[in-house]
């Protein structure tokens, strides 16, 4: 499917239903103006469970590089195809792996199959597979990336265990942080709560994708009170209208 939004332009495959909320500007608005606003053309992307590409195709030709990590083997297969469908490849750099705590094998889960985004490396789910993985500070090494000021992060939970090991990354570097909070799969909705407001304590700004700026006394709140999905926007640069 042709995916027109704004001035990008690209085609999709992987999930017809998908392909057409986001054709009909029904999935994730704010994500899409959280990227217009931070991507710098000198600057690198990182794209943490890129799924089937979505994120990517459309930050391509507004940065100077994407890392797409995505470990769930369906969904990368399904990445593969619309990065080369797309020509992308010089843009696009793809990693067939998972980001976590170990470099190796680590089991990655489905609650009902995989390829559908709902992959985690929790683990703890009906169906399961062994993916690759690296640490965060293990993969920027590896690739040598010196110059991203934007990551995305949305990997079903996995937040609990990845974002705090960024924390030295993080309060070096300050990259603007789109994330995705799964509150409903952590493993203590309070504990991981704390572990993950701490690792953001630095940041000058936080909003929801919706713009509504908020704290994180707001953010420990909303977590505990609806267990709902939360994207967020941290950055030490002001997101302006």
């Not at 990693?95 to 992959?119: C, E, Q, T, W």
């Not at 789910?125 to 934007?150: E, H, T, W």
Request: with cysteine; glycine share 4%.
């Amino acid at each position: 499917m042709i995916i027109r939004l704004k001035h990008r332009k690209f085609r999709l495959k992987g999930n017809f239903l998908f392909s057409l909320r986001l054709k009909l500007r029904l999935w994730e608005k704010g994500s899409f103006e959280v990227l217009d606003y931070y991507l710098k053309k000198n600057k690198s992307f990182i794209d943490i469970g890129a799924w089937i590409g979505p994120i990517s195709l459309y930050a391509q030709k507004s940065c100077k590089k994407v890392y797409s990590v995505e470990p769930d083997p369906v969904a990368f297969k399904f990445l593969e195809d619309n990065i080369l469908m797309n020509n992308s490849q010089k843009d696009i750099r793809i990693f067939p792996l998972a980001i976590s705590d170990k470099n190796g094998k680590i089991v990655l889960g489905n609650p009902r199959r995989f390829g559908d985004s709902r992959s985690s490396i929790l683990g703890k789910m009906k169906y399961r597979v062994y993916v690759d993985s690296l640490k965060f500070d293990d993969f920027i090494r590896r690739n040598k990336i010196s110059d991203c000021n934007l990551i995305k992060i949305d990997i079903e939970g996995g937040e609990e265990i990845v974002l705090p090991l960024m924390n030295s990354y993080i309060k070096k570097n300050k990259p603007t942080l789109l994330l995705s909070l799964h509150p409903y799969n952590f493993s203590s909705l309070e504990k991981v709560s704390d572990k993950i407001l701490n690792a953001l304590k630095d940041y000058k700004y936080l909003y929801y994708t919706n713009r509504e700026i908020i704290d994180l006394k707001k953010l420990k709140r909303d977590l505990m009170k609806t267990w709902h999905l939360k994207e967020i926007v941290c950055s030490d640069i002001k997101w302006e209208r």
